[in-house]
C-alpha cells in the first residue's frame, strides 16, 4: 500500500506523441521527486520540487517538462520523446527538503514507459 | 564515477540465517545512508537510515552498520524470512541543508529459500 500513486501504471506512446505521468500524495509532503530508472540500474534523480518551485534539475532534456499545480501533485509531461527514455518513471516525496532522519522519501510504484 | 557500490548483485540465504547486504561509498561528505527494499512492480520502500555520527542503528530484525574509515556499511537481516526475498538498494544523502539527491547503488537481489 503505497502513499504515493502514480498514474498510469503502464504507458506506450510513440516519438511524436504528448502525454504526461501524474504523481499524488496526500501525507502533506512539501518536497516532490522525479526519478528515472533503467533496467538493472539505480534510480536516477531527474528533478526535484519544494514548496511547488522547482529546486533541482538534474540537467534533464526539455523534452520532459515537470510541473507542481499544487502541493499535493507532480505531473511530468513528455513530448517528442526518443526510444531510450523507455524506462521506469518513479515518483517520491518528503516531509521538506533534504533528509532528516526518520523522514526519508517515500515512493510511488512507478510508471513503466515505453517509447515505441 | 559510481558514488555508492553495491558489488554483489545477488545474495541467497535460508529462511531463518542472517543475511548481510554491504554496501561502500566513495563521497566522504555524505551524512546518512538508508537501504531501501524494492519487490517486483513496486516503487522502493524505506527500510532504515543510519546517520554518519553513529555506527549502529537497530530496528526489529534489521541492523545496519556503519564503517566511517573504511567507507562501508551493511545491513543484517536476522532472521531471514522469505518475505525479504527483494532487491534491497543502499542509498547516501547529504544531510539538513544539503543536496536533496539521493544517490543509489545498483541493489543486491536477495532470495530467501524457505
Known amino acids: 500500500d503505497t502513499e504515493v500513486t502514480q498514474t498510469p501504471k503502464h504507458l506506450v506512446m510513440g516519438m511524436t506523441n504528448k502525454k504526461s505521468l501524474k504523481c499524488e500524495q496526500h501525507?502533506?509532503?512539501?518536497?516532490m521527486y522525479w526519478y528515472k530508472q533503467k533496467a538493472k540500474k539505480p534510480p536516477e534523480l531527474m528533478f526535484v520540487?519544494?514548496?511547488?518551485?522547482?529546486?533541482i534539475n538534474e540537467s534533464v532534456p526539455s523534452r520532459f517538462s515537470p510541473e507542481c499545480p499544487n502541493s499535493s501533485l507532480l505531473n511530468l509531461h513528455l513530448h517528442a520523446l526518443q526510444p531510450e527514455d523507455s524506462a521506469l518513471y518513479l515518483c517520491?516525496?518528503?516531509?521538506?527538503?533534504?533528509?532528516?532522519?526518520?523522514?526519508?522519501?517515500?515512493f510511488g510504484d512507478g510508471t513503466r514507459l515505453s517509447i515505441l | 564515477d559510481q558514488q555508492v557500490k553495491q558489488n554483489s548483485p545477488s545474495l541467497s540465504v535460508q529462511e531463518g540465517r542472517i543475511s548481510i547486504l554491504n554496501c561502500d561509498y566513495t563521497?566522504?561528505?555524505?551524512?546518512?545512508f538508508l537501504w531501501y527494499k524494492k519487490y517486483p512492480a513496486e516503487g522502493p520502500t524505506f527500510l532504515i537510515s543510519?546517520?554518519?555520527?553513529?555506527d549502529k542503528n537497530e530496528d526489529g530484525r534489521f541492523t545496519v552498520f556503519l564503517n566511517k574509515s573504511a567507507k562501508h556499511l551493511s545491513l543484517h537481516i536476522v532472521p531471514s524470512q522469505p518475505g525479504d526475498s527483494a532487491v534491497y538498494f543502499c542509498?547516501?544523502?547529504?544531510?539538513?541543508?544539503?543536496?536533496?539527491?539521493?544517490?543509489f547503488g545498483k541493489g543486491t537481489k536477495l532470495t530467501v529459500n524457505p
Open positions: 517520491a516525496s518528503s516531509q521538506d527538503r533534504g533528509f532528516w532522519e526518520d523522514q526519508p522519501q517515500h
Open positions: 501525507m502533506g509532503h512539501r518536497a
Open positions: 520540487y519544494s514548496y511547488e518551485k522547482l529546486s
Open positions: 563521497n566522504s561528505m555524505f551524512d546518512y
Open positions: 543510519i546517520s554518519s555520527i553513529k
Open positions: 542509498a547516501a544523502t547529504l544531510g539538513q541543508g544539503g543536496s536533496e539527491k539521493l544517490v
